[in-house]
């Protein structure tokens, strides 16, 4: 009896010990697992950008989304983020499926969610449907829009009539060195990884090797994300796109101009029947350059009608562009060369949103764009004729490339 008695006993102790590892080992497993919290499922229209937020793992954990179910392409085991949270924007319907891993130092998690993405109930415009500023520098169609007794409103609705809705728009002039020109569309343009997402359209820069009587300037674009999706572009939400001359040696930052309007009752200054005005405008600039704006009989006033300063100043990035006369004496034809890409009147015409950086050059990272701005970045005197106070950045619209493919749509060049 006492035999039995005792091996009972070491059989509850082997047990006990047993049932004791089992718990601590349960114990250091569920010491290195990160719990994380994140929702199951999501349900959104296309071209709307969801934010999928997960819970904080801490200062030190590192996060990486993986899209592990795509209904578009198949391709999956891509990586799509490396934040906490993940914003995502579909162009085509479908159940997408994500995977969320985080590490911090020995411990690891990993979450999945699912995100249905439905149809647009109405067909988006591709191209642009709003202006929300049209502020030309400046120049020799400074005016080209105005009549008599316009305010500035006025000039915006027929410049937005001349560019909305279309992709072959009517050329506007933003002027010389500054003007600008603020619009949008009525969806967010979808920024697909690794693809170019919009086009902008502008002036002939098809035969760059051509002399030309107005060579289009190029113009900087910026782009701004409509992230409190109050229908407008607030001056937080801006970032420039970084073109192919951007870090050129001989790109300027922070060149400015200042234009000087006549006085009322001020004498022209004229010495030939060919010009009403040598002296029409006055221009200096923050590199010791001062020079008259002529202007030719038969053009309006250089300096917006509208405009109730007679003096303004614009600063900011200024390219070269090798501007010079086509032949030595005259001031008709000019030559230059045209950027690359990353520009309005660039030679590639088309905007990868990834190009977008911060005011420190750091990659923006935006999920898609709903508004563009375009500013012309060029300063080029041209002698006694003055086609223009400077070459002229020309506008004509924007498409959505993403739409443009979905719906089967020509893309005009």
Aim: charged content about 20%; some cysteine; glycine content about 8%.
């Amino acid at each position: 009896m006492k035999k039995n008695v005792t091996h009972f006993l070491l059989l509850a102790f082997a047990f006990a010990f047993i049932g004791c590892s089992s718990d601590n080992d349960k114990l250091d497993e569920n010491a290195n697992v990160i719990e994380i919290t994140l929702q199951e499922k999501y349900e959104i229209p296309t071209f709307t950008v969801l934010d999928i937020a997960a819970s904080d793992a801490g200062t030190t954990a590192k996060y990486e989304w993986i899209m592990t179910k795509n209904p578009v392409n198949q391709v999956t085991d891509s990586i799509v983020g490396n934040t906490k949270d993940l914003r995502f924007t579909a162009i085509y319907a479908g159940s997408y499926e994500f995977t969320l891993n985080v590490t911090a130092a020995e411990k690891k998690g990993s979450k999945t969610t699912t995100v249905t993405v439905t149809n647009e109930t109405s067909n988006y415009n591709p191209y642009i449907t709003s202006i929300f500023d049209f502020d030309p520098a400046p120049g020799m169609f400074a005016n080209d829009l105005y009549k008599d007794g316009n305010s500035k409103e006025d000039i915006m609705k027929t410049a937005l009539g001349r560019i909305n809705e279309t992709s072959v728009g009517y050329p506007l002039d933003l002027g010389g060195f500054g003007g600008s020109i603020i619009v949008g569309f009525d969806h967010t343009v979808v920024n697909v990884a690794g693809t170019e997402d919009f086009r902008v359209y502008g002036g002939d820069v098809s035969n760059p090797t051509s002399s030309k009587a107005n060579p289009p300037a190029p113009g900087l674009i910026y782009v701004a994300y409509d992230k409190n999706k109050n229908g407008k572009p607030d001056a937080d939400e801006w970032y420039e796109i970084m073109g192919s001359q951007h870090s050129k040696a001989n790109t300027i930052k922070n060149f400015k101009v200042t234009y000087h309007k006549k006085a009322a009752g001020e004498p022209l200054v004229t010495s030939s029947a060919l010009f009403l005005d040598y002296e029409h405008l006055f221009c200096e600039n923050n590199q010791n350059e001062t020079y008259y704006l002529a202007r030719p009989r038969a053009k309006k006033e250089f300096y917006p009608l509208w405009a109730t300063q007679t003096t303004v100043t614009y600063e900011g990035m200024k390219l070269d562009v090798d501007f010079e006369t086509a032949r030595a004496g005259q001031t008709t034809l000019w030559n230059s060369t045209p950027p690359e890409w990353g520009y309005a009147n660039a030679i590639n015409p088309n905007i990868d949103i990834d190009w977008a950086v911060d005011k420190d050059g750091n990659k923006a990272n935006l999920p898609g764009i709903n508004f563009i701005k375009v500013v012309n970045c060029v300063s080029e005197p041209m002698g006694l004729c003055q086609q223009q106070s400077s070459m002229a950045t020309v506008f004509a619209g924007a498409g959505d490339l993403h739409i443009l493919k979905k719906y089967n749509l020509k893309i005009n060049k």
